[in-house]
């Protein structure tokens, strides 16, 4: 009761704060600014258009169309975020079919307070808002909840709420919402925010039309060039009360990028011996790298083979270090340089009605199918230091232990060939209307439902095979500042007749399907101005995953077939260096199909991903009041309302019971009331000034709640357990800020913003004894069980289990976005910039283990120039984020393991030419993305430790586009 009665007065204290400093900004003569568009005034040169629906704008049935130059899109979202009562972005097409860029998370890039999730060959995936990962962004389809069977990025596992934006064509769709502050009326989830992405209708342009667009790209790492095209027909009838839209988008992008990767850092597990102790190890928790206790026959480096590797010989083979400095000297745990080449196909259709009977009434009915198909081929050649052999000589390391220059004896190498696919489908069916009532229409009832499936299909077997030892291989390895180490083998890894082994063999095959089904109805009673609202929500989400895995009794019959002598007939010399593999011929050698069709069920997929399902029941009820009250001769628009969302949650996975796979179920159900408020004062004619206050929630990492333990390595070093027990996040939210409108599509503001979230998750770590985890030994794959031996055997090895938990103390985030839209007529006709600045900072409050938010970039920012004139239009658009922590501790099993992102920039161009005296208007188009060929780093605890390294290129696309 307190902490209410707390909350209460410091909401009231901001609010006559807020009147204050609106009271001081009418005080101010803007009698030299620019005047802006009256409220609800659409641009000029634009047709059949409305402005953006809120909770305070009920009535409209017109069109969202927005028709001319990107300037006009410009000064429509400029009007859309002035006529919120919320805080709010908005980015919007500037004709049908043709939004500002080629994917929808790099047009939502430039919003204020969004950070990109990129894949490696640099494209945007998924977004991240103010201070918070890709879970916490609440993405709506038409206003329905979306989720998608993916993956997600190469690296990734995406068994969260993430939703992968590629998948979607921008060519479908009109305009994308960032709704930054919560109204009653949202579907709850969103603790960063709520994205809502509205795809186009008939009467966005009333009529009969038919627009096409044709591209054709360059990649400068795969160097082909690939098509992508669509085409949009839409058809209303003359009196203007039936519609029919049909789109149809296909594209075929290469997915060529060449890195370096390490699979994180370890260090040596020195013996007592080693370490120069009677009994133990002097090594960190979580080393992996073994040094024999004497020198193997062949090891290289001059090396007398049977001398004892004690601390003695360490030490004088590796002059000016310490036995400390041995003991944790960082290196790779598998260093490899990587290639990977692969297409995505991609195809999408929209369909969609829209019937007006009268101006009282408007029904709809929008369907959307989208499928992906990626066929890939990558190559990795790995030094093993995980679980390895190597021996270190002349080895010296920096003030962090990080390894700089060594020669490593007896070391090997392994190829890892996966030629894998995946195959992904989505379609969406969304029926609804709007009614009116009364003598005067001021009662108006929204309905709809929808209804969403998703399947995922992953085919990733994989290859391995090994150098064998006692050939005298050496590596030199220098780690110096440069992007990546440096390591020079003393053999040809490019030659098939180096006397290559087998190694590893898998068959892993993974399938999702998410369902999705729900229902929402709103009934607004009142005028637009002042108005009651008040609404009930259904959602039910699905989401199925289920792995195989048959490389055990695969490997058996592939180590039959091909005996070590004979694996040269199935290696190439490869495009990277180093070998590559003959798929065909080895699939057909070793009765590939018949393992891969039998495969059995087993707790994790390739990807990392969870054998899991996941159900969630939703109910929501609101009631929301809108009210423009006359304040000092200025209006002040208020939102407040308070929301109830009630879930049903129902986690299933498999579990080792009594040394047996069965499947555990479990239920779980809780509650919120959500209150918010938006208060928008309009202080002049030009100056806005925001406050709003709210609670909001978003629902646990799904993944994480799985009652199972999987193993998350090749050598049962660490595994992960679920906690069905976790709660939900619960965030206080609190925004101030306000604009200032200079005219057209002008403006500058300012938004500051805090939130205080509890429950969040941390990744709590134990040591426990592999006996104990109640996974059967002989369930472990062959690279295991020898893994444990190495450790001691299952009664003596112990095993780090990462678990997530509810954190005791408060994750407090606060930030500032700071956004400058100004043309430059001025200057020069047609010329303008865009500009944001967003930074964030956080920090624990209270006792317990500390939250920690991940991944995202304490500063950002995002410059666009543009220029319009003469058929012309020219943008150029520069994104930098600030390095990023990308993981909490305890990474590959070192307690100060901790995942970090560089610091990363990305220049982009997209320019136009219109010939607007031939038929259909032809513009030629042109988009350079990535002009600096800007790689993306990640680093492992030290600015010199690589974690992964890749480098995508640019790519140009060249194509047309018109309208009939």
């Known amino acids: 009761m307190q902490k209410l009665v707390a909350r209460t007065m410091l909401s009231r204290a901001l609010t006559l704060a807020l009147l204050g400093a609106a009271s001081a900004a009418y005080a101010q003569d803007t009698s030299t600014s620019s005047p802006a568009p009256a409220q609800n005034q659409a641009p000029a040169n634009t047709k059949n258009q409305a402005q953006p629906s809120s909770s305070t704008q009920p009535k409209q049935l017109a069109t969202v169309n927005v028709s001319g130059g990107y300037r006009n899109s410009i000064e429509f979202s400029t009007n859309a975020k002035r006529d919120a009562t919320n805080v709010v972005d908005t980015v919007y097409a500037e004709d049908i079919g043709k ?24 494209e945007g995936k998924n977004i991240q808002i103010r201070g918070l990962g890709t879970d916490f962004t609440k993405i709506l389809l038409n206003g329905n909840q979306i989720s998608v069977a993916s993956a997600g990025t190469l690296n990734a596992q995406n ?7 590629d998948l979607l064509p921008t060519e479908f769709f009109t305009q994308l919402t960032v709704n930054k502050t919560p109204q009653a009326d949202m579907t709850e989830g ?9 795809t186009t209708r008939p009467f966005d342009n009333p009529g009969t039309h038919l627009t096409y667009s044709a591209q054709a790209s360059y990649g400068s790492v795969g160097k082909d060039v690939k098509p992508r095209g669509a085409i949009i027909g839409s058809w209303t009838n003359a009196s203007n009360t039936f519609g029919v839209l049909v789109g149809l988008q296909a594209s075929q992008n290469d997915y060529d990028v060449r890195g370096f990767e390490t699979v994180g850092w370890t260090t040596p597990h020195l013996s007592a011996a080693q370490c120069g102790i ?25 090396l007398t083979a049977g001398q004892t590797i004690d601390n003695a010989w360490l030490l004088a083979h590796n002059p000016g270090l310490n036995t400390e400095q041995i003991a944790n000297a960082l290196i790779p745990r598998l260093a490899r340089q990587s290639y990977i080449q692969g297409i995505d196909d991609h195809q999408s259709g929209l369909l969609s009605f829209e019937f007006r009977p009268d101006e009282r009434a408007h029904f709809y009915f929008d369907s959307l199918f989208s499928k992906k198909e990626n066929d890939f081929n990558r190559l990795d050649m790995d030094l093993v230091g995980r679980n390895g052999a190597m021996i270190p000589v002349n080895m010296q390391v920096d003030k962090n232990n990080v390894v700089t220059s060594a020669t490593f004896a007896n070391a090997q190498y392994f190829l890892e060939a996966e030629p894998y696919s995946e195959h992904l489908k989505f379609y969406n069916l969304n029926p609804g209307g709007e009614l009116l009532f009364g003598s005067d229409e001021n009662i108006k009832l929204d309905f709809q439902g929808y209804v969403q499936r998703s399947w995922y299909l992953a085919q990733k077997p994989s290859f391995l095979v090994q150098t064998p030892l006692g050939q005298g291989t050496t590596v030199s390895y220098s780690d110096n500042g440069g992007n990546y180490p440096i390591i020079t083998p003393s053999v040809n890894l490019n030659n098939p007749n180096l006397g290559w082994q087998y190694y590893r063999v898998n068959v892993q095959n993974e399938a999702r399907v998410t369902t999705n089904k729900g229902t929402r109805e709103d009934l607004q009673i009142g005028e637009d101005d002042s108005n009651i609202r008040v609404g009930i929500a259904y959602d039910d989400i699905a989401r199925n995953i289920t792995a195989f895995d048959n490389s055990t009794a695969y490997g058996n019959e592939v180590q039959a077939k091909i005996p070590n002598g004979a694996w040269s007939q199935y290696l190439s010399p490869g495009p990277y260096g180093f070998i590559q593999a003959n798929y065909p011929a080895l699939m057909n050698a070793t009765n590939y199909g018949y393992y891969y069709a039998t495969a059995p069920l087993t707790t994790a997929a390739a990807s990392g991903a969870n054998t899991s399902f996941l159900e969630e029941s939703s109910w929501a009820w609101y009631l929301e009041g ?7 001769g200025h209006d002040l628009r208020a939102n407040v309302g308070i929301r109830h969302a009630y879930t049903d949650q129902t986690i299933a996975g498999p579990s080792s019971i009594g040394g047996q796979l069965q499947y555990v179920n479990l239920k779980h159900d809780y509650g919120a009331y959500l209150p918010s408020f938006n208060l928008a ?12 206050g709210s609670r909001s929630l978003t629902r646990p990492d799904p993944s994480a709640m799985v009652p199972n333990t999987n193993f998350s390595d090749p050598s049962a070093e660490t595994a992960t357990q679920g906690n069905p027990k976790l709660a939900p996040y619960i965030s206080t939210n609190l925004d101030f800020g306000g604009e200032w409108y200079t005219g057209s599509e002008g403006y500058v503001a300012l938004d500051l913003f805090g939130k205080r979230i509890n429950g ?16 059967p030994y002989a369930s472990l794959t062959p690279q295991q069980q020898v893994a444990i031996q190495q450790r001691g055997g299952p009664n003596a090895a112990v095993v780090q289990v990462q678990q997530q938990v509810n954190a005791d103390g408060t994750l407090f985030l606060r930030g500032a976005e700071a956004t400058w839209v100004q043309p430059l007529d001025f200057i020069y006709k047609g010329l303008g910039i865009q500009t944001n600045y967003t930074v964030v900072s956080q920090r624990n409050i209270g006792s317990g283990v500390p939250a920690q938010a991940v991944g995202i970039s304490p500063h950002t920012y995002n410059l666009t120039g543009y220029w319009e004139g003469y058929g012309t239009t020219v943008r150029v658009s520069y994104t930098w984020n600030s390095d990023a922590i990308a993981s909490t501790l305890n990474q590959n099993g070192l307690p100060f393991g901790q995942i970090k992102q560089d610091a990363r920039g990305q220049l982009d161009m997209s320019a136009s030419y219109e010939f607007a005296h031939l038929p259909s208007k032809p513009m030629v188009t042109l988009n350079f993305i990535n002009m600096t060929k800007a790689s993306l780093r990640q680093t492992f605890t030290y600015s010199n430790a690589t974690y992964t390294y890749y480098s995508p290129g640019y790519t140009i696309l060249l194509g047309v586009r018109g309208s009939f």
Request: net charge negative; aromatic share 8%.
């Open 190 to 198: 969103g603790v960063a925010g709520v994205v809502d992405m509205r």
């Open 760 to 775: 969040f998750t941390v990744n709590g770590v134990n040591l426990i004894p592999f006996t104990q985890l109640g996974v």
């Open 681 to 692: 004062y309009n202080a002049t004619d030009n100056v806005i000034l925001r406050l709003a």
């Open 99 to 122: 939004f500002p860029d080629l994917n929808i998370a790099e047009s939502l890039n430039r919003v204020p307070g969004v950070q990109l999730t990129r894949d490696v060959d640099g």
């Open 159 to 165: 068994q969260n709420r993430e939703v992968d934006l």
């Open 278 to 302: 009677a009994s133990g190890s002097c090594s960190p928790a979580g080393s992996s790298w073994f040094v024999p206790g004497t020198v193997p026959a062949g090891a290289g480096a001059g």
């Open 626 to 632: 809108n009210h423009k009250f006359d304040l000092w």
